[in-house]
């Protein structure tokens, strides 16, 4: 099985614009998880989705967002791009079989100037 | 608020020496206990996932424990190899996975 793949692996933007990114999870993998990878505040949750629905979500401000589509792929945007958003984007998708192991891809590094 | 914390930051040993990397966490009401390596600029590697019902899980050289009531895990690797250098992370996960800042690992050949 093809594992958790992410596009693109690495962004350079500028302070205001807006992002999109992406994440194909494991084939049969529902959950698509979100999260955030910086020096300063390690790993952070930003929000699961599941079925096209979003179910658990942490604590950041509104500015990110995300959505599943029918395939289980998921996107995740941030507008108003911030220096602060620098960091490392991962996302997981979780195994369904009942081991509740979750699997992560390679990540986005986005670097905001 | 779930807080885990992971001891000690970072660790540097001789080829052959086994390893022991900890994890505390404040709030023992888990569904598990999951610990990743990850090396750098990269994801995260699953290395071993316990059950909150379990005690302890082995893969290769690889052990974990977990005391869910005293809220800590130990990862033990043995006879550590200069491939095992990475940075080690636990996480706790309820609804949602709680990660340590991580333990990097250096083994010296």
């Known amino acids: 099985k093809a594992g958790v793949t992410q596009t693109p692996r690495y962004l350079i933007k500028t302070r205001g614009q807006q992002v999109t990114l992406s994440c194909s999870p494991i084939s049969g993998h529902r959950s698509v998880s979100w999260y955030q990878q910086t020096p300063g505040q390690g790993l952070q949750f930003l929000f699961e989705?599941?079925?096209?629905?979003?179910?658990n979500k942490g604590n950041f401000p509104g500015r990110f967002s995300g959505r599943q589509f029918s395939n289980s792929r998921s996107e995740m945007n941030v507008s108003t791009l911030e220096l602060g958003d620098s960091a490392l984007y991962l996302c997981?998708?979780?195994?369904?079989?009942?081991?509740?192991?979750?699997?992560f891809g390679p990540g986005t590094r986005l670097t905001v100037l | 608020k779930q807080e885990v914390t992971q001891i000690p930051a970072a660790l540097s040993v001789p080829e052959g020496e086994n390893l022991v990397l900890n994890c505390s966490f404040t709030?023992?009401?888990?569904?598990?206990l999951q610990w990743f390596r990850q090396d750098p600029g990269k994801g995260l590697t699953s290395l071993l996932l316990i059950q909150s019902s379990q005690r302890e899980q082995t893969s290769g050289r690889l052990n974990a424990s977990l005391d869910k009531s005293s809220g800590r895990s130990t990862l033990y690797i043995a006879a550590s190899q200069p491939g095992d250098s990475a940075t080690y992370l636990c996480?706790?996960?309820?609804?949602?996975?709680?990660f340590g800042a991580g333990t990097t690992v250096t083994v010296r050949a």
């Open positions: 709030d023992s009401a888990i569904y598990n």
């Open positions: 996480a706790v996960s309820l609804n949602k996975l709680s």
């Open positions: 997981a998708t979780r195994d369904p079989t009942g081991t509740d192991t979750q699997y």
């Open positions: 989705y599941f079925s096209e629905t979003q179910r």
